[in-house]
T-cell receptor, first 109, second 111 residues
């Protein structure tokens, strides 16, 4: 079993829809939780970062962490075609990040 | 990608040859990482460095070595390239080991 599980998709939704991306994990030692966005043929870029259970908002993006269930989510409101990318969850333990497989998301105009 | 460059961007090499990929940063960050990205596997850590001449293995380190003789440079060497090492390689930097900044990647093909 992988330490971090993420549905690879692909996920395709119409413009304006609410998108929900999810990851589960098995290692209770994970301390920090992140979401990265990766455009085609580019490096991942940090989108959201949190270290506690609960919600964190940044514009149209909300990151949610539930440590008791070992489950994290990223919500995108009012999705735009420019949000089309691969989204990777990542979790930190012992100075290292462990990544999920990434979910490929397409927002259709 | 501000402050971090990878070279080369693309490389084709033959099985059995040594290959070195370079990561250069101008941010003076302490931590540097090498990941490989493959379909179905996401990003997997190869090696990382927490200071000059201080390195450690990641989950997929077999067949790879690294060196960091200066803060700004982190080299990844494939001692004898194999087809299974065909991948996209990403370097990342971090000051505190938290949020990473990634380079643009090196696309390596071993034929």
């Amino acid at each position: 079993q992988k330490e971090v599980e993420q549905d690879p998709g692909p996920l395709s939704v119409p413009e304006g829809a609410i998108v929900s991306l999810n990851c589960t994990y098995s290692n209770s030692a994970f301390q920090y939780f992140m979401w990265y966005r990766q455009y085609s043929r580019k490096g991942p870029e940090l989108l959201m970062y949190t270290y506690s259970s609960g919600n964190k908002e940044d514009g149209r993006f909300t990151a949610q962490v539930d440590k008791s269930s070992k489950y994290i989510s990223l919500f995108i409101r009012d999705s735009q075609p420019s949000d089309s990318a691969t989204y990777l969850c990542a979790m930190k333990w012992n100075q290292k990040l462990v990544f999920g497989q990434g979910t490929r998301l397409t927002i259709n105009p | 990608d501000a402050g971090i460059t990878q070279s080369p961007r693309h490389k084709v090499t033959e099985t059995g040859t040594p290959v070195t990929l370079r990561c250069h940063q101008t941010e003076n960050h302490r931590y540097m990482y090498w990941y490989r990205q493959d379909p179905g596997h996401g990003l997997r850590l190869i090696h990382y460095s927490y200071g000059v001449k201080d390195t450690d293995k990641g989950e997929v380190s077999d067949g790879y070595s690294v060196s960091r003789s200066k803060t700004e440079d982190f080299l990844l060497t494939l001692e004898s390239a194999t087809s299974s090492q065909t991948s996209v390689y990403f370097c990342a930097i971090s000051e505190s080991g938290d949020g990473y900044t990634f380079g643009s990647g090196t696309r390596l093909t071993v034929v």
